[in-house]
């Protein structure tokens, strides 16, 4: 019946790709011009058939700007989150065990990142990177045993509400026969009547009510253990987005935003290479009505001396140096564009003889301030999903304790969050350099509250700065052992003597012995 969603999760499927074709052509598009091989057409069975792209800045830029993102989302060797207790517990508890949950939250994080580390995270994740700012879209799976699983947009479709909410995921992928349990292997082998060729395997995940109820199909039977129930934040797949649009199912990606430069480019690269070619090839042409015989200048070596006129012989030639040259420049000003999209390092430094360092890092700044957007939306719909299904996991392995639901909150501490906290630091750096220019260091110390200065700069570092400064008890100490050791230097070295034997005997050593 028409209007009536699919029963089977193939025939949903189907049903679904027909709204995720405009996209899919349009990032298939953007593949051809930068990394074909990350989303080729359907009808590409081999490499060998991919399209050769005349120009490379779009394969640089994109495998640029994917490692910076890399390193913003998954910084090695520091974790990028944090454990936070809400207000109400905190304030539940005293001092020494508030010292206790936050020692425990914080093996709690190192367990968490460990698990990160050790499983295969940072390969898989570079791909989806590629794939979202290229195409636009990608489905990450985060496994069970671990590590990460990447779907291209041509292997799932999706459908969300308006609020940009998943609903609906079917991933369609070809597996073996004889992967697939005992139970179902019959029914697949008599549907394929003796062919030799892979499976169908469909993975239907459904937002019913607060759950995600998930299943899986071959030859539209179910996969018998397929079944199951995922609360709706923990749940393994994560449909990502590059740039998210409302009311549309899918994403578009930083490419198509680009997509003019990139044609122009690879028009211009494509008629200077050709060109180019065609302007490299040395014909010579020779009046057929002079002296100098064809014979004459094809069959001479080289400073050989033959009779002739040199008015009988031509060289081809194009004349079209100015046409190029209006090409390059055109390209030379495309190319730098795309450098500035993509960030590369060559398009923030000014060709000039010295450059400072501090002019390089304002220009670099100011370029990634423009990917503010896409950490926020990176950090919602993977980072903090990731951390969730993660601490699930490890959870119901028994390698984390069952915490109290809504008591502890994983908090981003990358992407844009460490882009703010990066400004404070450039803000309180510039205000101290300031003052200390007009008024002097001495000002500074005088005014200004040290501690206050060093915990404001231990935060933007995400440094716990707790363990690391002095309390006011050792403080005291220590300015009072100073002062003894000032008196005792002052009274001369008979009195340090006699101070070391009365403290030896257990007389009190701040007390000096009297003198006459």
């Known amino acids: 019946m028409r209007g009536q969603p699919a029963s089977t999760a193939k025939g949903r499927y189907s049903e679904l790709s027909s709204g995720r074709s405009p996209f899919l052509m349009r990032a298939q598009d953007c593949s051809e011009l930068t990394i074909p091989s990350l989303l080729p057409r359907s009808n590409i069975s081999t490499s060998s058939n991919l399209p050769t792209p005349y120009q490379g800045m779009g394969a640089r830029g994109v495998n ?13 060797n520091q974790s990028f989150f944090r454990f936070r207790m809400d207000d109400q517990t905190l304030a539940e508890l005293g001092a020494s065990d508030r010292a206790t949950a ?14 990160a580390e050790s499983t295969a995270t940072r390969s898989p994740l570079f791909e989806a990177l590629k794939q979202l700012l290229v195409t636009g879209n990608v489905l990450v799976y985060l496994q069970p045993q671990g590590g990460l699983k990447v779907y291209r947009m041509d292997k799932y479709v999706v459908k969300r509400d308006p609020a940009g909410n998943l609903m609906e995921i079917v991933v369609h992928e070809c597996v073996h026969p004889e992967a697939l349990p005992e139970k179902i292997q019959k029914t697949v082998k008599e549907t394929m009547k003796g062919q030799q060729r892979m499976a169908d395997l469909y993975t239907w995940v ?13 030859s539209d039977a179910v996969v018998p253990g397929s079944k199951g129930k995922w609360p709706l934040d923990k749940l393994p797949l994560f449909a990502l987005r590059w740039a998210q649009v409302d009311g549309e199912d899918y994403g578009r990606g930083h490419v198509e935003e680009y997509m003019g430069d990139l044609r122009s480019l690879e028009g211009l690269m494509a008629a200077i ?9 040395v014909l010579f042409l020779v009046n057929p009505n002079g002296v100098t015989q064809e014979t004459t200048i094809s069959n001479s070596p080289n ?5 002739g006129l040199a008015t009988d012989v031509t060289v081809l030639r194009l004349e079209k140096a100015n046409d190029f040259r209006v090409a390059l420049e055109t390209v030379t000003t495309l190319e730098a564009r ?21 002019e390089i890092r304002l220009m670099a700044s100011e370029l990634e301030d423009a990917l503010g957007g896409v950490y926020s ?8 999903p990731y951390v969730r299904r993660m601490v699930h996991q490890l959870t119901m392995q028994g390698r984390l304790p069952q915490l109290p639901d809504g008591t502890v909150k994983p908090t981003i501490v990358t992407g844009m969050d460490a882009l703010g906290r990066g400004h404070d630091l450039q803000n309180l750096m510039s205000w101290s350099q300031a003052i200390t220019q007009v008024l002097g260091p001495e000002a500074l110390l005088q005014e200004v509250n040290p501690q206050a200065i060093i915990k404001m700069i231990s935060s933007a570092l995400s440094v716990d700065s707790k363990e690391l400064l002095k309390s006011e008890e050792q403080k005291a100490q220590e300015a009072q052992a100073r002062k003894q050791q000032e008196l005792l230097t002052q009274l001369g070295p008979e009195a340090m003597k006699m101070a070391t034997a009365q403290k030896a005997q257990g007389a009190p050593s701040g007390q000096a012995a009297p003198q006459g």
Do not use: C, D
């Open 64 to 76: 640029n700007l994917a490692s910076k993102l890399l390193l913003a989302l998954l910084p090695p």
């Open 102 to 115: 936050e020692e425990g939250l914080a093996k709690m994080e190192r367990e968490v990142q460990m698990e």
């Open 206 to 218: 459904k937002r019913v009510g607060g759950m995600y109820h998930v299943h899986q199909e071959v």
């Open 273 to 281: 290479v050709e060109g180019s070619a065609a302007a490299a090839k």
């Open 303 to 307: 400073l050989a001396v033959r009779s």
């Open 338 to 358: 795309l450098a500035q999209a993509f960030l590369l390092t060559s398009s923030i430094q000014r060709n000039a003889e010295r450059v400072t360092a501090e």
């Open 377 to 384: 939306i990176l950090s919602q719909e993977f980072q903090l």
